[in-house]
């Protein structure tokens, strides 16, 4: 049996991310650079050291495939995967909240949506709670959500296009509890979870960062397809948690904000394990 072949069959480590996480990760940093489609078995090779089974991989794949998140090619028996128009629009939403969005400036002010969308708009109700999640709303209660950035264009513009300007009240307002505003934060947004998540992400990744520069420096540098592993774990692990961030301002997060410094750790181990990635990559895809 190859190097390869024994390199396919080992899963290196389970990642914690969602399967979609998983793809768009695997399309935006490996795929789309080698023009855009893959053979499905390639595919499943390049998700098996990451500790998925192929038929967990293959159920995970249908699962998106009925969202039309994939363009498949038939050639003779093999189908390749690409990604469709809304399969390039979730991975481009994933990878500008991961890697572009910054921790802005706070002016002070709260925000807040309220709305009384009726039950025979449920399915545009539970959209727009998704999307106030996902704009890094909280919520104070089932009809009432709450954020420190100014997102009324963005909440404008899914209220124009789903016609519920009637049902939905948009407010500013000041803090003014018992509590500092610091700490109502921390309660609403449950910043203790988040940041216990980065904490853990950096522990991890500073050991492997401590592995990789120690097994280089001896002449026993770690093989290609564990370089790949980790570095697709790194990339996949960072985004599921920068996709449950906020991104609150700095202001009104903990001094010496774990956030900022798993950014830094991540853009220095991703370039670090590159080369070795890429190659157990190519290696692959040129079976």
Same mark, same amino acid.
């Given at each position: 049996m190859s190097k390869i072949s024994r390199a396919l069959r080992k899963?290196?480590?389970? =990642?914690?991310?969602r399967f979609p996480t998983v793809v768009f990760t695997l399309f935006g940093a490996y795929i789309i650079p080698r023009g855009g489609e893959v053979r499905v078995g390639d595919?499943?090779? %390049?998700?098996? +050291?990451?500790?998925? *089974?192929?038929n967990a991989i293959r159920l995970g794949l249908s699962r998106m495939s009925r969202y039309?998140?994939?363009?498949?090619?038939?050639?003779?028996?093999?189908? !390749?995967?690409?990604? *469709? =128009?809304?399969?390039?629009?979730?991975?481009e939403q994933g990878r500008v909240r991961a890697f572009e969005t910054e921790y802005r400036a706070w002016d002070g002010k709260l925000r807040l949506v309220a709305y009384n969308i009726p039950e025979k708009s449920r399915n545009v109700r539970d959209k727009f709670r998704v999307r106030l999640h996902n704009l890094g709303c909280a919520s104070l209660s089932s009809a009432v959500w709450i954020s420190p950035h100014d997102l009324s264009s963005e909440i404008t513009r899914f209220i124009?296009?789903?016609?519920?300007?009637?049902?939905?009240? #948009?407010? @500013?307002?000041?803090? @003014?509890? +018992?509590? *500092?505003?610091? /700490?109502?934060?921390? *309660? =609403?947004w449950n910043i203790s979870d988040l940041e216990n998540g980065y904490r853990g992400f950096i522990r991890k990744y500073t050991k492997l960062r401590s592995r990789f520069r120690k097994m280089t420096r001896i002449g026993r540098p770690m093989a290609p397809s564990e370089c790949f592993a980790e570095r697709f774990?790194? =990339?996949? /692990?960072?985004?599921? %948690? !920068?996709?449950?961030?906020?991104? %609150? +301002? #700095?202001? #009104?997060?903990?001094? /010496?904000?774990?956030?900022?410094?798993?950014?830094? %750790?991540?853009? @220095?181990?991703?370039e670090l394990l590159e080369p070795a990635a890429c190659e157990f990559v190519d290696s692959v895809l040129k079976k």
């Open positions: 899963p290196h480590r389970k =990642t914690d991310a595919l499943i090779g %390049l998700i098996r +050291p990451l500790g998925f *089974s192929a039309r998140v994939f363009k498949v090619r038939k050639t003779g028996r093999e189908s !390749r995967y690409s990604l *469709s =128009t809304k399969g390039m629009k979730g991975m124009d296009e789903n016609r519920i300007a009637q049902f939905v009240e #948009l407010f @500013e307002a000041e803090y @003014e509890g +018992p509590r *500092s505003v610091k /700490e109502f934060v921390a *309660s =609403t774990c790194l =990339t996949a /692990e960072y985004v599921a %948690l !920068r996709l449950d961030d906020p991104m %609150l +301002p #700095l202001g #009104l997060l903990p001094d /010496e904000w774990a956030g900022a410094a798993a950014h830094r %750790l991540h853009d @220095e181990m991703w």
